[in-house]
């Protein structure tokens, strides 16, 4: 569940400590050690919300394990398993909002910088947390994607639980509200039915039913250690009520995701066509390696993105993107930015303890859904 920050708690920690780089001296006293990079963790919002009824939040967890020693990615994971049980984030894993046949399908991707791998699964049925199944892919085939049946059939040789519904009571009964909402003689049109069918959803937004944030909805957690080793994770149950099979940007290399571990990471939530259109994230990561700060190559992505915006059913009356898009970024040495299209939050955790901070805007006020 949602939690309050306990700040002070943190910065007590070891993982505070860790993470100054700091290491105690047989007498005691903290010794500050030289290195690369400054640790950090950046993930979405919801990476400093949700506990999963424990105390830490993803970012903390992920920022804990990782100045710990563990392995960023493993650290990274996690950290979104946290986001991934809760059903309290219905944009997410278990609980995540269904598709428009009222079926939980998941995404996931991650990267691993050292290592230059990567896995991935799109459209995956029954397993909470995608995110593992994604790095099992990574690390069990030679393949980047896996998708479907196949995914859910990998998940099961290799042990996962594989249930047969993911919905929550809650999911379950804002999927029957969308349905009860959509004219049926739109079913007869398919352009209709998807109008129909994204009005009837941003209705529900706008009445407060949904949270905007999970309406569409993701997490993505990037974070890189002291020895600059940078890797990135993206787990989401997609956009709500989507088409059966549809898979947006989250599992997808360069697009939800993209690492390279000798420049950074970058990931995104939000509207997932506008970003995979562009591969966005790998957009990002190339801006990182000419040089450009992690504020200014996000902002780069977000003005291609406003640019490829014409259609005018994605255009508010101002001429603007309907939708949100934000990405998470951090480069090898440990500086971070969060940016959006519109107003929004970012997570973040460093040796200081975990905030929630607003995120650089490219455009005025909030996402005009
Ligand atoms: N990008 C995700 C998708 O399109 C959803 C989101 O993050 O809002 O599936």
Redesign the pocket.
Known sequence: MPVPLNRRDFVRSGAAAAGLGLTARANGAPAVQSRASVPVVISSSNGNSYTHDGKETCVVRAFRLMTEGTDVLDALIEGVNIVERDPQDT?VGYGGLPNADGVVQL?SCCMHGPKKRAGGVAALEGVRIPSLVAKAVLEQTDHHLLVGAGAQTFARQLGFTVEDDLNTPESRRLWLEWKRRIDPEHFLDPEKRARAGADAGLAMVREGLIDGAHY???INCNGVNTRGEVCGVTT?S??AWKIPGRV???PILGA?LYVDGQVGAAG??????A?LFGLCSYLVVEQLRQGKSPKDAGMEALRRIKANTIETRLLDDRGQPRFQVSFYVVNRAGQFAGVSLFEGDYAVCTANGPETRPTEALLPGKANW
């Open positions: 944009s995404d569409f909805g993701t989401t997609g956009l947006g940007d989250s939800g995104s939530t939000g509207r997932g066509e970003n």
